[in-house]
């Protein structure tokens, strides 16, 4: 054991271990979110914070994003009916932005699988104070990160108009899972 903790401290002094933290683009990031409901679908962007990804030797190793809750859109939508949409998504129905105004993922594990540049994730999801853990695929590589992530709301109190907490909603139901596909610049 001696002998590793020697042979690790030699190659971080000597520079052969290389630890990076890369700073995520907010401005050039996206993320856009979809919702589902019996009778269709809406869809929207959320502005990412900030955040980072760790790297050691070029290998994604960890990494946090934050999401600022208070700049949900709709981007289906158009005039009353987008302002009304986007008002609703951040009241206490749905995000409570006054209360919880970011959102956040820290990765826990990150594992190398298939091509380079090719990760599976564990991670800790927070929404509107209540944190998940989650699980996804992403691909970080060459200044672009991107996944598609699956988030059931119901988990993070999310529950306006879903049937897993509302009987006999009809058509009216929205769907619990929706998605986040992000596109993040490093």
């Known amino acids: 054991m ?3 903790v020697n042979i690790l401290f030699f190659m ?3 520079g052969m271990v290389s630890a990076q933290k890369s700073s995520i683009d907010a401005v ?5 979110w979809k919702g589902y409901k019996v ?3 809406h869809e929207g962007t959320i502005k990412v914070k900030d955040g980072t990804f760790d790297f050691e030797n070029g290998v994604l190793k960890g990494g946090s994003i934050n999401m600022d809750m208070t700049s949900i859109q709709c981007s289906d939508l158009s005039g009353e009916y987008k302002g009304k949409l986007e008002g609703h998504l951040k009241s206490d129905d ?11 993922i820290v990765f826990k594990k990150v594992t190398p699988y298939g091509k380079v540049g090719d990760y599976r994730i564990v991670a800790d999801l927070t929404i509107k104070g209540t944190t998940k853990e989650i699980k996804f695929n992403a691909t970080v590589l060459n200044g672009n990160g991107s ?16 049937g897993s907490f509302i009987d006999n909603l009809g058509d009216k139901t929205i769907y619990d899972e ?4 992000a596109n993040l610049k490093y």
């Open 28 to 32: 050039a990031s996206t993320v856009q």
């Open 12 to 14: 971080l002094c000597a």
């Open 94 to 104: 749905f995000f409570g932005v006054a209360t919880f105004p970011t959102a956040s």
């Open 2 to 4: 001696k002998i590793v």
């Open 178 to 181: 929706f998605d986040i596909i």
């Open 39 to 41: 009778t269709g679908m």
């Open 147 to 162: 996944a598609e992530i699956k988030v059931d709301r119901a988990e993070f109190n999310v529950r306006y108009g879903s």
